[in-house]
């Protein structure tokens, strides 16, 4: 009781904190530096590399990507991952996000990359993947298409029904208004396309993340909005984002918990009663979602 109470006080402080650092600094999607170049390419690699084997498990196809026109979801700092899919084989890239974080990218960051893919796929197109690139930044036609949108409108952003294969991580958890979302892709997508996407359910704030990783599902809703920003988790469970997607008739969905509290009865200690019930699976601090559009 006492140590509830303690963990709802420090965990004031730590909203609070966020939102104050929201409004002086701007929104912040990664928890390293963008100097840091080494870092966000292995980041990157690491992120598709982690999507692709699910995609295999979940489509029973090792070369699924071949060919096919991805989206992904808050894309957060750069274009790496755009271009590492494009060296593996999909026929165009489109990104969308709210808020314009590549602008912070210098080009350097690039070069590294382009050197990179180059000692790790001696079969990648470099020049192609270069020109693609350039093209994106002139603002001219490419395969690597990135589109700041602030109302996250993916419909007049990218189209109809061109979309094979939608990716995301550690965004969904941001989204304002997930059914407007789902509708949205359900629009852009082609029939049979394809979600994966990796869903941080747990607090974002470093320094009480590992402490208490459920700390902001301990507030009603009234107390949390207090020090809503624009990008704070949306505290949506899992049975939640399967019911939207569900109800906008997508199928297949699978939810696999990629990261997990052992003490089941810790992991609902002191939470508001709006997540006592044992459907939200507090347990789960963060999950890959994927579904198939019906
Ligand atoms: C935690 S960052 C993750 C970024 C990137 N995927 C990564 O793994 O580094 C969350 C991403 O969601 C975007 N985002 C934040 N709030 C959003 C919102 N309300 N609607 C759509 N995207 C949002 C951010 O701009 C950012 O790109």
Redesign the pocket.
């Known amino acids: 009781m006492l140590k509830n109470t303690f963990f709802y006080i420090i965990g004031i402080v730590f909203l609070m904190l966020a939102k104050i650092k929201n409004h002086l600094k701007g929104?912040a999607?990664?928890s390293f530096n963008v100097s840091e170049v080494d870092k966000c390419i292995e980041?990157d690699i690491n992120?598709v590399e982690n999507w692709l084997s699910h995609l295999q498990k979940y489509t029973h196809d090792a070369n699924y990507l071949a060919g096919k026109h991805v989206l992904e979801?808050?894309?957060?700092?750069d274009l790496g991952i755009g271009l590492y899919l494009l060296s593996k084989g999909c026929s165009q890239y489109d990104a969308c996000?709210?808020?314009d974080?590549m602008q912070y990218t210098p080009d350097s960051f690039y070069e590294q990359f382009f050197e990179k893919l180059a000692a790790i796929n001696n079969q990648a197109d470099i020049g192609f993947l270069k020109a693609q690139f350039i093209a994106a930044k002139q603002g001219n036609s490419s395969k690597l298409n990135y589109k700041v949108s602030h109302d996250?409108n993916l419909v007049s952003a990218f189209g109809e029904a061109s979309v094979d294969l939608v990716f995301?991580?550690?965004?969904f958890e941001?989204?304002?208004d997930i059914e407007t979302t789902v509708s949205q892709l359900n629009v852009v997508c082609k029939s049979g396309a394809i979600l994966l996407a990796e869903i941080d359910l747990q607090s974002?704030s470093r320094g009480i993340r590992d402490w208490d990783p459920n700390y902001i599902h301990r507030y009603p809703r009234w107390v949390y909005n207090l020090f809503w920003f624009?990008?704070i988790p949306n505290r949506l469970r899992p049975y939640q984002y399967k019911e939207a997607f569900e109800r906008a008739g997508w199928t297949d969905i699978s939810i696999v918990p990629l990261k997990k509290l052992d003490d089941l009865d810790k992991s609902y200690a002191g939470v508001y009663k709006d997540f006592a019930d044992h459907k939200n699976q507090m347990d789960y601090l963060s999950i890959m979602f994927c579904a198939r559009k019906g």
């Open positions: 929104y999607s990664r980041y992120i979801l808050g894309p957060g700092d996000d709210v808020h974080l996250f995301s991580q550690a965004a941001c989204f304002d974002h624009r990008g």
